[in-house]
């Protein structure tokens, strides 16, 4: 009964800012591994970052832009990006997988619905 639901999303110039939503639930009883990946036409779905037991991690390309974060429950995961340029442009899905993280996304049987980033020059 794990259900993740994404908002969020859209258009932005190059330079500026968006947030994602995931809001989760049937998370209750594990320390979960949550995480974002992207997808861009043509293109493997990516590990972008996530988030376990208070720690987060990065991918090189997103390091210092985007910032991954939680409410205080661990209700709803978030990503907020900044600095945004045209090759973020992608779908992006939050997911989730009851152990540690990995950057596998074939390692992860929960999964939202995607959001599309599009980032204009």
């Given at each position: 009964q794990v259900q993740l639901v994404q908002s969020g999303g859209g258009s932005v110039q190059a330079g500026g800012s968006l947030r994602l939503s995931c809001a989760a639930s049937g998370l209750t009883k594990n320390r979960y591994c949550l995480a974002w990946f992207r997808q861009g036409p043509g293109m493997g779905r990516e590990w972008v970052s996530d988030f376990r037991r208070g720690v987060t991690r990065y991918a090189d390309s997103v390091k210092g832009r985007?910032?991954?974060?939680?409410?205080?429950?661990?209700?709803?995961?978030?990503?907020?990006?900044?600095?945004?340029?045209?090759?973020?442009?992608?779908?992006?899905?939050?997911?989730?997988?009851?152990?540690?993280?990995?950057?596998?996304?074939?390692?992860?049987?929960?999964?939202?619905?995607?959001?599309?980033?599009?980032?204009?020059?």
């Open positions: 985007f910032t991954i974060s939680t409410d205080n429950a661990e209700n709803t995961l978030y990503l907020q990006m900044n600095s945004l340029t045209p090759e973020d442009t992608a779908m992006y899905y939050c997911a989730a997988r009851a152990d540690y993280c990995m950057t596998l996304s074939n390692g992860f049987p929960y999964w939202g619905q995607g959001t599309q980033v599009t980032v204009s020059s």
